[in-house]
Structures are given as C-alpha cells and as structure tokens.
C-alpha cells in the first residue's frame, strides 16, 4: 500500500507492508524505490515491517523542495531530516537501510536522531568525500567505465549516458532489469523529474562524513566489489568503518556485486540484512513473531 507523508516543503511516498519491527529503505540518486522490489518480500517474510521510500524528487515524492544548503540541490542532510521525519511518521525507532547518496544520509539519521535509528545498513554508500582516482581510471576498467559515464551525466545532461552508467553498475542482471530500466528512464522524462536527479550531484558527501565519528548504533556497510563507482570498493567500505567509534561497525561484501547489489543480488544481500538485524534488534522480532 502507498502511503504519502506530509513533511515540510513536500511529501515522501512509501509503500508500507507488513508486521514488526520498522525497517526504512532508501534508495539512491536517480532512481526510486523499485530498486528494493526484491528484498522487501523477504524482509516482511522475515518479520519485519518495511515502509519503501521515494527520495525527495524522485519517484513519486512531490519535487521542488528547499535544501538546508540553500542551493537548489539534493544533499544527504536533506534526505536524512526526511528519513526522521518518514520514521516518526510510522512509529519508530526504525532501521534505516540506505542506498548510495542515502547510505549517508543513514549516517547522518543515525548521528541526529539517535532515539529513533536502532541500526544503519549501508549500501554501496557515498558517506565519505572521495577524489578522482586518475592512476585507477587508467588500470581499473570498470572504474573508468562508470567514472566517465557518471562525469558525463552531469556535464551533459544525458539520459542515454545514466541508462549506460546503470548498464555497467549492474555486471549481472536480474530477470527484470530491461522492463524496470525502461520504466525507470520513462519515470526520468516526466516533467522536473530529470532536474531533480541533477540536483544530487550539486552537494558532495562531506556532511555525512563528519557525521561518522558520531554514530552510536550498530552499523553494516555492504558493498558490491565490482562496483564502478570505487577503484577499491571493499576498502571503501572499511574507511567507512573505521571512521565509526570502535566496534559499531562491520563490512559484507558481495562477491561479482556492482552498485545495487540488492537489486542485482537480493538473495545474498537479505541474508546479511536479516542476520545484521536478527543479532541487534532480537527483543523486538521475538515479541512480533
């Protein structure tokens, strides 16, 4: 079921279903929540009860938005305050499980709000400022590959380019991929939609970052080692990690995974999940099961 959360300066779609504790899903730029439309069956069938969101601007969340950056942009303090705002809406304390630019925006929920976000899952995350590795787009090609498709997205606007950017971010394909790819870039070419995507990329992940040393709940940052977006992703993901207060944090890493390894891999991602959340929130599932 599609619910709509009236929030302020817009409204977030979520599809909610299901019984226990609250868990909150996140996608990344440029795409919407029919991203985890294979590991929310099995998170409701594990006992949970998941509410599936639409970044603000995207999807079928409302556009037009004001940024606490006062830019006209999208940046993971923005999505964050939505997410607390989504949490309090259903009943928390929640999980928040965050894709990309979300995945930092997790972060930052965590750091903020620490009464209502129980555990953070990270996925692929964009939570730490990054450079252009150049000696990597040199010898590492599928970092070249997703690099340049991603840099010309921007620079030129391109809905071809982000259609070959997600080609090579998923280096296995699930059987749906054609039909929600070409459902996805439809969704892209309604009205304000294609210039709300432009707006992640007008913000970089530094608030995030300074948000990690901050974080007081247990943390997973999974990440796909074939990811484009990363000349090292696995070591990526340990930074992350490592910025975290000692302990909280732990990496998975799924094997021949790309950026949306829980489209590209939802079996083996909802097991990390399940177990992840199994082992921190065991009261809660006990007393709904």
């Given at each position: 079921?599609?619910?709509?959360v009236?929030?302020?300066?817009g409204r977030?779609?979520c599809d909610v279903?299901?019984e226990g504790?609250l868990?909150?899903l996140?996608?990344g730029?440029?795409?919407w929540?029919?991203?985890?439309?294979?590991?929310?069956p099995v998170?409701?069938?594990?006992?949970?009860?998941?509410?599936?969101?639409?970044?603000?601007g995207?999807g079928e969340?409302?556009?037009?938005?004001?940024?606490?950056?006062?830019?006209?942009?999208?940046?993971r303090?923005?999505?964050?305050?939505d997410?607390?705002?989504?949490?309090?809406?259903?009943?928390?304390?929640a999980?928040?499980?965050?894709?990309?630019?979300s995945?930092g925006?997790a972060?930052?929920?965590?750091?903020l709000?620490?009464?209502?976000?129980?555990?953070?899952v990270?996925?692929?995350?964009f939570?730490?400022v990054?450079?252009i590795?150049?000696g990597?787009l040199l010898?590492v090609?599928?970092y070249?590959?997703?690099g340049?498709?991603?840099?010309?997205?921007q620079?030129l606007?391109?809905?071809?380019?982000?259609?070959?950017?997600?080609?090579?971010?998923y280096p296995g394909k699930?059987?749906?991929?054609?039909?929600?790819?070409?459902?996805l870039?439809?969704?892209?070419?309604?009205?304000?939609r294609?210039?709300?995507f432009m707006?992640?990329?007008?913000?970089t992940p530094?608030?995030?970052?300074?948000r990690?040393?901050e974080?007081?709940?247990p943390?997973?940052?999974?990440?796909g080692?074939?990811?484009?977006?990363f000349p090292d992703?696995?070591?990526e993901?340990e930074?992350?990690?490592?910025?975290?207060?000692?302990?909280?944090?732990?990496?998975?890493?799924i094997e021949?995974?790309g950026?949306?390894?829980?489209?590209?891999?939802s079996?083996r991602?909802?097991?990390?999940?399940i177990?992840?959340?199994r082992?921190?929130t065991?009261?809660?599932?006990r007393?709904?099961?």
């Amino acid at each position: 079921m599609t619910e709509f959360v009236e929030l302020e300066g817009g409204r977030i779609a979520c599809d909610v279903v299901g019984e226990g504790p609250l868990v909150v899903l996140s996608h990344g730029m440029g795409t919407w929540r029919a991203d985890f439309r294979h590991l929310v069956p099995v998170l409701v069938d594990a006992g949970y009860r998941v509410v599936n969101a639409d970044m603000r601007g995207h999807g079928e969340s409302s556009t037009g938005w004001a940024s606490v950056t006062g830019k006209r942009a999208i940046s993971r303090t923005d999505v964050a305050g939505d997410l607390l705002g989504v949490v309090r809406h259903f009943g928390g304390p929640a999980t928040i499980v965050g894709h990309s630019l979300s995945g930092g925006a997790a972060t930052i929920a965590a750091a903020l709000a620490p009464e209502l976000v129980t555990t953070i899952v990270e996925i692929n995350p964009f939570t730490r400022v990054t450079k252009i590795d150049v000696g990597a787009l040199l010898t590492v090609r599928r970092y070249r590959r997703g690099g340049l498709r991603l840099i010309g997205t921007q620079l030129l606007k391109s809905h071809g380019l982000w259609r070959s950017y997600l080609d090579v971010a998923y280096p296995g394909k699930p059987d749906d991929y054609r039909r929600q790819i070409d459902d996805l870039m439809t969704a892209l070419r309604r009205p304000g939609r294609w210039q709300e995507f432009m707006k992640t990329g007008r913000t970089t992940p530094a608030d995030a970052g300074a948000r990690l040393p901050e974080v007081r709940c247990p943390a997973l940052v999974i990440m796909g080692d074939q990811d484009p977006d990363f000349p090292d992703p696995v070591a990526e993901g340990e930074a992350i990690v490592a910025a975290m207060p000692a302990g909280l944090g732990q990496v998975a890493v799924i094997e021949d995974g790309g950026h949306y390894p829980h489209a590209q891999s939802s079996d083996r991602v909802a097991e990390l999940v399940i177990a992840f959340l199994r082992e921190h929130t065991r009261d809660a599932v006990r007393h709904t099961t």
